[in-house]
């Protein structure tokens, strides 16, 4: 700083001077008022080129960034452990309920699949059996299950248990003299069965043309069904609880025709505002401060991102002045590469990180007020940009020694890195495609592969 008032000071006096002598001196005035400036310029590159503890000793300028950020590292950290442990809790229940949905719809189920299906089946008895078993289950659901479910409305808003079933056209058949015709046309048949259907005593349904199979050209069955449930296990970590719709889908697959029908069972969660709830306790004064830390968190981000904007900004003036002043005192253009001295790759990383987690932040507030359910987009948002706010902290170590060394080699090695791992992949891409072709269809897990081509 006294540097600086003493190259102003010059700058007034050899302006005065110039006023009193006249334009004799004109020349040497510009030489003195380009020296001026050149000195300005110079103390400015030494300054923007320092560290925040450098800065300081020489302005007293106070390092803020480097205050926001650790406390951003503190908060962000603590905001995303808070939300994995709820996002586990969501996890974890819709993994039990998809499980007890296996014990309670599909017959003999045994709590292991069977590759990347369920269960299988070998007989027309036992086919017949498991389609009417979780038929069956569907009608008593609120008499045997041990979860809080109740009926939900399927696409055509009406309560009931779809059932389809593709099979090929009746022309299909074997003929006595070992010859096939096939008719590749598939048709699709479908009956919903509702609750009161289902509840009579003489359960003519069973007994209809619909559920005639003809294996010999069946294909598939398919038994569809939406249900809702409640978390409750939010309430003990005193947060709102969760509604959910499932959307279950059984699959009998016979599209082999091997002998050997295949058992598929998928249950998508969907989670939906709970109507008509009443929770009395510490719920809502939970809530409320979870919702004030994280408008605390939106606010330091938003204090980092200006400060790193304006970091930008200023950058960008200081560089326009050293390529104006380079080309007119050398008559030459900067390189690219001095060029982007001037920008701070991790101010940028900064600024991205700060918008993640601003956006993540406002979608977990969404989210505990129940009225947006989007779960993996904001733990997306939210793990990535604390990621990013932890790279963020290897810039203040490179003003270590040590560290720095470290850090220097890493950049000068990545493009070489890069190069390698380009070289590695086409091999092993290419080892890949061998080996699955060769081995997969041996391997079980590779089969699945096979199977789904």
């Not at 050997?260 to 969660?269: H, N, V």
């Not at 060394?405 to 190069?419: E, F, G, N, Y």
């Not at 890949?432 to 081509?453: D, N, R």
Request: overall charge neutral.
């Amino acid at each position: 700083m006294p540097g600086r008032v003493e190259s102003l000071d010059l700058r007034v006096r050899s302006r005065a001077l110039g006023r009193s002598w006249g334009p004799r001196h004109g020349n040497t005035m510009a030489q003195l008022d380009s020296e001026v400036k050149e000195e300005c310029l110079r103390e400015d590159l030494k300054f923007y080129f320092m560290n925040p503890c450098e800065k300081y000793r020489a302005r007293h300028q106070i390092p803020w960034k480097l205050g926001l950020q650790i406390l951003k590292i503190l908060m962000v950290t603590t905001q995303l452990v808070r939300f994995g442990l709820g996002n586990q809790l969501v996890v974890a229940f819709k993994e039990d309920n998809t499980v007890a949905f296996k014990h309670l719809f599909l017959k003999d189920y045994s709590g292991t699949d069977e590759d990347d299906y369920s269960c299988s089946i070998y007989t027309q008895e036992d086919a017949y059996e498991s389609i009417f078993f979780a038929i069956s289950q569907y009608h008593r659901l609120k008499n045997i299950s041990l979860a809080t479910l109740d009926y939900g409305e399927n696409e055509d808003n009406r309560i009931g248990l779809k059932v389809c079933k593709q099979h090929y056209k009746r022309e299909t058949r074997l003929s006595s003299n070992e010859t096939l015709n096939i008719d590749s046309d598939i048709e699709i048949d479908c009956v919903l069965l509702d609750l009161p259907t289902l509840s009579e005593s003489s359960q003519a349904w069973k007994q209809s043309a619909f559920f005639r199979l003809e294996f010999y050209r069946l294909l598939q069955v398919e038994i569809s069904f939406h249900l809702k449930g409640i978390d409750l296990q939010t309430i003990h970590s005193r947060e709102l609880p969760d509604c959910y719709v499932f959307q279950n889908t059984i699959i009998f697959d016979n599209k082999a025709h091997s002998g050997k029908i295949k058992i598929y069972f998928d249950s998508k969660a969907n989670i939906e505002e709970c109507r008509a709830l009443n929770i009395s306790g510490s719920t809502q004064k939970n809530t409320q401060y979870v919702l004030v830390f994280d408008a605390f968190v939106i606010l330091i981000c938003l204090a980092s991102l200006v400060l790193c904007t304006r970091s930008i900004v200023l950058a960008l003036r200081l560089r326009k002045r050293f390529l104006d002043f380079f080309l007119e005192k050398y008559n030459r253009r900067v390189c690219d590469t001095g060029r982007w001295e001037f920008v701070s790759g991790w101010f940028v990383l900064v600024i991205i990180s700060d918008l993640m987690t601003i956006v993540g932040s406002i979608l977990k507030m969404e989210i505990k007020a129940k009225t947006l359910t989007n779960y993996d987009l904001c733990s997306i948002l939210l793990g990535t940009s604390t990621l990013f706010v932890w790279v963020g902290v290897i810039r203040y170590l490179g003003y270590f020694q040590a560290y720095n060394v470290l850090i220097l080699t890493m950049q000068a090695s990545l493009p070489k890195v890069l190069r390698f791992c380009a070289c590695a992949g086409m091999i092993y891409l290419g080892y890949t495609f061998c080996g699955w072709i060769v081995l997969g269809p041996y391997h079980e897990k590779s089969a699945v592969l096979h199977h789904v081509e």
